[in-house]
Structure formats: structure tokens, C-alpha cells
């Protein structure tokens, strides 16, 4: 099946419990508190495609991307690896060895007692891929290079490099198992702007010459532009918007993607731009109806008790009361 | 060899040797310390008489003043006991038992205390709970008590021809038991700051095992402190071992510690013989001031924040 995705998200949710220890709980007379991290959220990614998922801080975007390497389990839905049930790739090293993960922050992502080649190496030693000193060394050299270091890096501790030389030694890491999969949680959002560019290009050039797939997950909207070719908008553990990149960027259908995309600077733009308005809800007790009705310009009664179901606009779907409605302003 | 040579040229050149050549306290400290394990290594080869030498005992020569009372003479530089021992060989062969007791149980302790707090630390939930609230409770019980407990069990179960076979390793595990909470609360909590680290989710990504990700990622990241726990334990230890011997429940009188002599001398007190106490006190309390001195500077020296 060449045409199946490689990666299949489908209704998946995430509940955290948040609650007090129990003897606290007790004392103080509490119920549970639960977290939705993850409300029903699901896409498809196909092979060689990267798919990008936006929102601010909180809005669960980098717990789907531990859902999807399988760091903890969903509470329900179901997440398919080219067809196979990741449930039941915990216990798969096969599939496992195919998909792997870029941190955020570089400084935190690299044991501070390892020497970078040993680092480097883990994931070859893990899967049992190569044996024999030689043969590690010599793929740690090969790795070190294609990310633009040198191999005699191998034999220093990470924290004799800058940010952006130790994301370049996470993704060679990341690369060692050579993987088709790799899901990004925001990869460069620690490093300076002139840094992120390079890594950035990096990653895309990479992409083309293995022909990776990437999820690829970012606050930075100028950052997912550069990198998407499918886009999904979150909000409060749900994907609000979804579709091909291109047209989001040019076509903003759902008021919270508007009110993002208003908010990247840009050279041409002289005054009149909306502010991102208000804050983001709790998600341990979220807003009835649509979650982002206390921040849209265009709620109405129907949005503070109903919840929106996803309308299909050409390749793009939303889901919004007032584009079903076509109540917005094109 | 070159790589060694390296290795030993950057030791030198550290940041620590520096700090370590800056401070007269942790020079002297060491210094004793040094001379102590000595001392007690090659006891057998230097002191300069054999108190288990039963031959070489003479009656003759019980109770000899040491050099510092005017009658004092050069063969017996610290004096003898009641039964012609020289004082000074019966320190260096109490040296050897205390600073054996004192390290085995030191690394008993902190073999156990690390595995318990790496294991809690990286479980947690009951597994945590359990395991820190058996900690707690010990730690509110002074050690010598827990020691006293574990070894009078344990002298209780094993068959009264064995006690005195057995003697020193019933006060290793007793003192060894009694010390390990520490190690275990030290290690938890840095466990639960490194298991929350990016490099942690990493290794989980590919699929390793919880014991290989504790064994290979964590635990070389929350070993430091408990190098300094272990030297400042260590003084503790000994002095545990004293006490138990003081009290005379620790090891057999066929294998006198600093504190056998210390309670053998402490019945002539009284009658005039000072030496034969004072002196094994106060090897006791330069070896434990001089380790205890040595942790401190290890501490202060191995915080980044004091620097």
C-alpha cells in the first residue's frame, strides 16, 4: 500500500490526573481532578511529508508527540504505524527502531556524564544494529559528519558545544538507528535565530536526501511555514484546524488561526493588526461548548453551550460554529 | 599509558587539586588521614612490638609510663597496659580493625542506600512511599541504636561458637543497616530530578529497560554527593564501632578496635595508668576529626555554588 500514511492518529485522548495526594485529598475533602491534555485529536501523516502542529504553551501539542513515540499510552484512540497498533509496538523493538525524537532543549536532551559518541551510539547498541568498536565508531564518524560535525567530536563531553552543535548531535543520535519517522517537539525554539536557520535547513535537507517523515511540533509560526506541507492548529487538547499548509497560511478559516497568524510580525504591515486577546482557559476545567468561545470575536449563544464538529472547506477542516454558519468574514 | 598520563596531567591541572592546594585544613586532614591508613596497613610489618604475640609478653613490663611522664623510655613510646602490651602497637592494630569496620560498612551502606533510593526515585508511587517511610522511621532512631538492635538479633540467631568467627561481620552489617538512610533520601531526590530530564525520555524512546536506564543514565549523574556522604558517614561509622566496642558488644576482645582499648584503659583511669586510655582516645578522635574535616572540604569543594 504506498498510499496508506505512515502514521495514523485516530481520536486520540489524554487524561492526566492531577489530584492532590490522597491523604490530602481526603483531609480537605476533594474529588479527583483530572487534565483532558489531549481531547480527541486526529491526523495522518504520509511518508516523506512533514506535518506541523501549532498552538501556545499548554495546549498539548507536546503530549502528542510523547503519545506518538509512545512515552505513556492514550487514554483511548489509537495510533497506527504504518497500519500496526503502537500499543503493541512497546513491545516491538522493530518498530520502535523506526521512529525517534528531537528534543527541545539540547542542554537537557544529552546525558552531561557521556562522551558524545557514546550518545551517538546509544540507539545502535539498543537495536543490536552494528558490533564491534570499529564498526560503532566508524557509523558514529559517518553521522557526526552528515550533520555537519566533525567525527573527532565524538571523543568530547556535550557540554563543550554550543545549542545549536548539541541539536546537531541529538539529531545525528536520532538518525543512528536510521529511522523513517521523526517527531520534532520543538526543536529549535532554545537556540538563537541565527542558529535556528541553520538547524532548520538542516533538518529539511536531511529530510530530502533519507526521505524522513517528520511530525514536527512548534509555537513558531514563521518556523512551521518554512518547514510544513500539513498543518494542525491546537487549542485546548483539540485540533481546531487541520489541512495542507499552504492553504492555511494563505486562507485562515478558524478565528483562533486568524488571530495567530495576525500576530507574526511582518515587514509590510503598518499598524491595524488584531492583538491576541485574553488567556487560555484552564484545561483541568475547560469552557462549555466551543473551548475557545471566550476569547472569539464571533461566539455567539449556539458556541457557549455546543461543541463545534469539523466542516470540511475544500482540503481544510475547521471546526467552528460561525465558519459552518458562514458568519466570518472571508 | 599516554592516555593515563593525560588523564593524570588534567587531574593535576583541575579546578579541585587547585581548591584541594589552597586549603591548609584539607592538606593537614589529609595528611593524618594518610598517616592513620598507614599506620594501619603496615602494622604488622612496623609496629614496633606484637600484642597478639603471647611469648613476647612479660608481665615484668605492665603499666611502663610513656615518654611524655619523666620515668618514660623509648621502648614502649606510649606505654604499656596491664599486661606488658605496648600502647602505641595495640593503636596501630586497633586503627586497622576500626578502619576496616568503618570503610566495609560505609560501602555497605551506601551500596544498599543508592540501590533503594534509585529504585524509589525512578518508581515512585507506593514502591517510593513505602521505601522513604521505612527510612523515616529509622531515621528517627539514633544509629547506634538501630545497631545495637541488629546486632544483638543477629548475635541471638547465629550459634554462640560462631560469634566470635563471625563478630566482625555481624558489626559491619549492623552499622552498615543502620547508616543507609541517608545514602537512600540523598539519592532519591536526585533521581527524581534526573528521571525528568530530556535525555531520560530519550533512552525511554528507544526502548530501553528501567534497570539499564537507572544503571547507565541515572546513576552516574547522582553519584556525587554521595561521595561526601560517604566520607562524612565514614567518621560516624568508626565512631559507632567505638561506641559498640565501648559498650562491649562489638567485636570479640581477640580483636581489640580503638574503642576495646579505649574501654580496657578506662578501668585504670583512676588508678594513675592514663595512658593506656588517653592515648587510643585521642588516635580516635584525630582519625575521626581529620575524615569529618575532609568531608567538609570535599562538600564545599564539589559544589558548584560555593565556588
Known amino acids: ?42 491526523f495522518a501523516i504520509d511518508r516523506g511529508a512533514t506535518l506541523s502542529l501549532v498552538g501556545e504553551s499548554g495546549c498539548g501539542k507536546s503530549t502528542v508527540a510523547r503519545l506518538v513515540v509512545g512515552l505513556f499510552p492514550p487514554t483511548s ?39 558524545v559518541r557514546d550518545i551517538v551510539a546509544e540507539p545502535l547498541r539498543a537495536f543490536g544494529l552494528l558490533s564491534g568498536r570499529d564498526a560503532i565508531g566508524d557509523r558514529v564518524g559517518e553521522l557526526l559528519r552528515q550533520v555537519g560535525l ?48 541553520q538547524i532548520l535547513n538542516l533538518m529539511k535537507d ?10 514536527f511540533i512548534s509555537h513558531n509560526l514563521a518556523v512551521v511555514r518554512h518547514m510544513s506541507d500539513q498543518l494542525g492548529v491546537m487549542y485546548l487538547g483539540r485540533i481546531v484546524e487541520s489541512g495542507p499548509a499552504e492553504e492555511i497560511f494563505s486562507a485562515p478559516l478558524h478565528p483562533y488561526t486568524r488571530m495567530l497568524l495576525a500576530a507574526i510580525p511582518d515587514l509590510d504591515m503598518v499598524g491595524g493588526r488584531t492583538p491576541v486577546a485574553g488567556e487560555v482557559p484552564s484545561p483541568i476545567d475547560p469552557p462549555p461548548g466551543c473551548p475557545f468561545h471566550p476569547r472569539c470575536p464571533l461566539a455567539n449563544a449556539r458556541c457557549r453551550v455546543e461543541r463545534p464538529g469539523y466542516t470540511p472547506t475544500g482540503d481544510v477542516l475547521v471546526a467552528c460554529h460561525a465558519v459552518e454558519e458562514g458568519r466570518t468574514s472571508p | 599509558m599516554r592516555g593515563a598520563a593525560r588523564a593524570l596531567a588534567r587531574f593535576a591541572d583541575s579546578d579541585f587539586v587547585y581548591s584541594f592546594s589552597r586549603s591548609p585544613i584539607a592538606i593537614l586532614s589529609l595528611l593524618v588521614v594518610a598517616v592513620c591508613i598507614l599506620a594501619a596497613a603496615l602494622a604488622p610489618l612496623i609496629a614496633p612490638h606484637d600484642p597478639f604475640n603471647l611469648a613476647s ?12 611522664a619523666a620515668d618514660g623510655e623509648w621502648t614502649y613510646p606510649l606505654g604499656t597496659d596491664d599486661q606488658g602490651r605496648d600502647v602505641l602497637s595495640g593503636i596501630m592494630f586497633g586503627m586497622r580493625i576500626s578502619l576496616l569496620v568503618g570503610v566495609a560498612s560505609i560501602v555497605f551502606a551506601s551500596v544498599v542506600g543508592v540501590a533503594i533510593g534509585l529504585v524509589a526515585g525512578y518508581a515512585g508511587g507506593t514502591v517510593d512511599a513505602v521505601l522513604m517511610r521505612v527510612a523515616d522511621i529509622q531515621l ?34 549492623a552499622i552498615g543497616i543502620a547508616r543507609w538512610p541517608q545514602f537512600a533520601r ?31 543514565h541515572i546513576l552516574p549523574n547522582v553519584l556525587g554527593p554521595v561521595l561526601v556522604i560517604a566520607t562524612l558517614t565514614l567518621g560516624l561509622a568508626i565512631l559507632d564501632e567505638a561506641t559498640l566496642s565501648f559498650l562491649g558488644v562489638g567485636l570479640p576482645v581477640t580483636q581489640p578496635s580503638l574503642g576495646t582499648l579505649i574501654r580496657i584503659g578506662n578501668d585504670f583511669l583512676f588508678s594513675g595508668e592514663w595512658w593506656v586510655t588517653i592515648f587510643p582516645g585521642v588516635a580516635l578522635v584525630l582519625m575521626v576529626l581529620s575524615i569529618n574535616l575532609l568531608g567538609d572540604w570535599l562538600r564545599d569543594a564539589l559544589n558548584p555554588r560555593l565556588r
Open chain 1, 206 to 215: 536531511l529530510q530530502q536526501r533519507l526521505g524522513l517523515t517528520y511530525l
Open chain 2, 140 to 173: 528517627t532512631f539514633p544509629a547506634i541504636l538501630i545497631a545495637l538492635l541488629v546486632d544483638g538479633v543477629v548475635r541471638a540467631a547465629l550459634p554462640k561458637d560462631m560469634h566470635e568467627a563471625l563478630g566482625i561481620y555481624v558489626i559491619i552489617l
Open chain 1, 77 to 115: 484512540g489509537s495510533i497506527r504505524f504504518e497500519g500496526q497498533s503502537l500499543s503493541a509496538a512497546r513491545a516491538q523493538p522493530a518498530l520502535r527502531r523506526r521512529m525517534n525524537m528531537i528534543f527541545q532543549d539540547p542542554y537537557a536532551s544529552l546525558n552531561p556524564r557521556w562522551r
Open chain 2, 57 to 68: 609478653l612479660n608481665l615484668m613490663d605492665s603499666f611502663r609510663p610513656p615518654l611524655l
Open chain 2, 186 to 216: 540523598t539519592v532519591r531526590g536526585s533521581t527524581l530530578v534526573e528521571r525528568n530530564r530530556d535525555y531520560v525520555m530519550a533512552a525511554r524512546v528507544i526502548g530501553l529497560s528501567r534497570a539499564r536506564i537507572m544503571a547507565t
Open chain 1, 150 to 197: 566533525a567525527p573527532a567530536d565524538g571523543e568530547k563531553f556535550p557540554h563543550e558545544f554550543s545549542g545549536g552543535q548539541r541539536q546537531r548531535i541529538s539529531i545525528a543520535r536520532a538518525l543512528s538507528s536510521e529511522p523513517e519517522f521523526l517527531v520534532c517537539d520543538e526543536p529549535t525554539s532554545a537556540l538563537d535565530v541565527s542558529v535556528q536557520a
Open chain 1, 1 to 42: 500500500m504506498p498510499d496508506a500514511p505512515m502514521l495514523e492518529v485516530d481520536a486520540v485522548s489524554r487524561v492526566f490526573d492531577v489530584s492532590r495526594p490522597w491523604l490530602q485529598r481526603v483531609l480537605a475533602r476533594e474529588e479527583r481532578l483530572s487534565l483532558r491534555a489531549v481531547d480527541e485529536v486526529s
